[in-house]
């Protein structure tokens, strides 16, 4: 049993599990202020997979680890709100912050397979973290620790392994029972199977996806890989340089992508069924924040930019009540 | 024999390559193991093809043969018709190199970084030979930039490797391999470290440089749809050998070794819904460590196919289509 167990707020509304409401994030440089998570805001339910695309320094790991306020100097919450079943994570103190994560939130970082210490066992890392949390004798740690194994397709022999012992993909299988221990209700993963395999990637998202329908909880999935996020994930939000510019369901972002950027992202990756024709992605290079333009971030790089792009920041605007974009031509379209 | 000419000569071949590597230090832990089995292959100018695997199958072991990184434990490699070792003895090391350039994985470490970009490019220029006088040198290298769209050239020339993005430097590591007019270039996932927007950019780059400049393209990739985008030709590689190669829309669309199925298989698709049962595609099992002395087909034992034969002799080369074969006993 918990030592305690985290309570959410009695008088609030709980059929969100986490609430971010115009999050900013900010690095800062010698080269001046980078914002890196700008004015984003969305929810996760009870369930829920989501996912959240964009290319490398968009911004979406930023926003992962602010989540769990597992960011560090030089990188500073400077304004908006995340509300976890309605408690509000940017005050928490540290005992209470100590309580939320891994019990509540738990996340598998990018290059998880490396996260782990080389020169103590597996064993040891899992009860590590049940023993933090948990008030329980270490043999029943241990115990627990071997059913987890299982629950992730590996064979309870293995907590005597050192990681080195172990391939890629069972590595990052340890990592997930890791971050399965507690029980939590949210598990954030940055790029979780990028370093892996296309056959290892795949057994390991369907038995994450069985331990999701067995216990029940919710996903951040963050990666660049579209295709799989398009496979996998219930809703998904597309992040460019720190901005949310689209967010919808799996299904309206693939089939009726609005943003131009979303357009482009999808065209980008070759099937391998479709027609075999010359692809044309996005142009141009990804956007340096410390240049950052006036207006919408993309304009340099988008086809369809028109006047209202250099001067105005595109604000979000829904297209169903499920989906929706940042961008101007959406204005253009409902008001032409 | 269909009719010689020159698009359908070969410009490059490998024949029955083998690579092995001694592991482990002490004299009583050492141990063989064979990253390249009988491997052939023909690579054409102006057509790509493509070597897929996952990571360990072997699939750079092949281009790095090909690049003189390694010597080839057994089997032949011509260029021209002639062997690669006799075309070293007569014009150099770096004469071979001429005819065949690389592409890295990683563009942050491949470019010196206390040079400008002119530097890293006049340099293979001057060290091949192919210019004289410093005015010429330097509108060549202009010209380079130009070529792989890094424009304006005279701007990126001044410029240092930390001043430019992923997708830049992967074009002036790719300019500098087309600085001395090479015939082949090996290309070892040249895509896979560069952001999703920009890693189409380069591979549009790169089809038009075998169109154009009819180069011959070795790609090595683990993602199978970008194989099929860019090259007309596609091998699949497992633990050191090649299972199944052809035409690319051959292999993959009707891919016939078990393990190329389960490869096809494990791809994302979206829009199709998660839980695609992998065991309806192979058994549990580990990737065996390939040695001289092992027999038979490496995917025996996770096939779900697989007869007493499979472990213990290699199947032979099937052909299953006009530009389509395989390595496997289902089609013998």
Known sequence: MALQAFQPAPDEDTSELLEIKNLCVDYVSPKGMVRAVNNVSLKIRPGETLGLAGE???????????????????????????????????????RTLRQFRWNEVSVVFQSAMNSLNPVITVGEQIIDVILAHRKIKSKDAWRQGEELLQTVGLHASRMDSFP????????????????????????????????????????????????????????????????????????????????????????????????????????????????????YGIAGNPLNLLEAPEGCYFQDRCAQCFSPCRTHDPKMSEVSSTHQAACHLLAERTSG | MTVTTEANTPIVSARELSKDFTLGGSMLERTTMRALNAVSFDLFPGQALAIVGESGSGKSTGARILSQVHEATSGEVTFRGQPMHELIAQGGKRGFASHVQMIFQDPFGSLNPVHRIFYQIARPLQLHGKI???????????????????????????????????????????????????????????????????????????????????????????DIATARYFAERTAVMYVGHMVEWGNSDAVTQNPQHPYTQ??????????????????????????????????????????LHASPQCSTQLPKVTQVAEDHFVRCYLYE
């Not at chain 1, 299988?173 to 209700?185: D, F, S």
């Not at chain 1, 994450?208 to 496979?231: A, T, V």
């Not at chain 2, 790169?206 to 683990?222: R, S, V, W």
Request: hydrophobic letters at 40%; glycine letters at 8%.
């Open chain 2, 132 to 222: 004289r006088g410093k005015t010429a040198l330097r509108e060549r290298v202009l010209e380079l930039l130009e070529t792989v769209g890094l424009t304006p050239a005279a701007e990126t020339a001044d410029k240092f490797p930390y001043e430019l993005s992923g997708g830049q430097r992967q074009r002036v590591a790719i300019a500098r391999a087309l600085a001395v007019e090479p015939d082949v270039i090996l290309a070892d996932e040249p895509i896979s470290m560069l952001d999703v927007s920009i890693r189409l950019g380069i591979l549009n780059l790169m089809l038009d440089l075998k169109d154009q400049h009819g180069i011959a393209f070795m790609y090595i990739t683990h």
């Open chain 1, 56 to 94: 490398s320094g968009c911004g979406k790991s930023t926003l992962a680890f602010s989540i769990s306020r597992l960011h560090k100097a030089p990188a500073l919450i400077s304004e908006g709100e995340i509300r976890y079943r309605g408690r509000d994570v940017l005050s928490m103190n540290k």
């Open chain 2, 262 to 303: 389960l490869l096809l298989a494990a791809v994302p698709q979206p829009g199709s819904q998660n839980s695609r049962d992998m065991s309806q595609y192979q058994h549990k099992a580990d990737i065996p460590m390939w040695q001289p002395e092992s027999t038979g087909c490496p995917f025996a034992e996770r096939c």
């Open chain 1, 164 to 279: 080195h012992q172990l391939s890629g993909g069972m590595r990052q299988r340890v990592v997930i029972a890791i971050a399965l221990a507690l029980r939590p209700r949210l598990i954030i993963m940055d790029e979780p199977t990028t370093a892996l395999d296309v056959v290892v990637e795949r057994e390991i998202m369907d038995e994450l996806y069985q331990l999701k329908d067995k216990f029940g909880f919710s996903i951040l999935f963050i990666s660049h890989d579209l295709s799989l996020m398009g496979e996998i994930a219930d809703r998904i939000g597309i992040m460019y340089a720190g901005k949310l510019v689209e967010l919808g369901t799996a299904d309206e972002v693939f089939t009726r992508p609005q943003h131009p950027y979303t357009q482009g992202l999808i065209n980008s990756f070759p099937t391998i069924h479709g027609p075999r024709e010359r692809l």
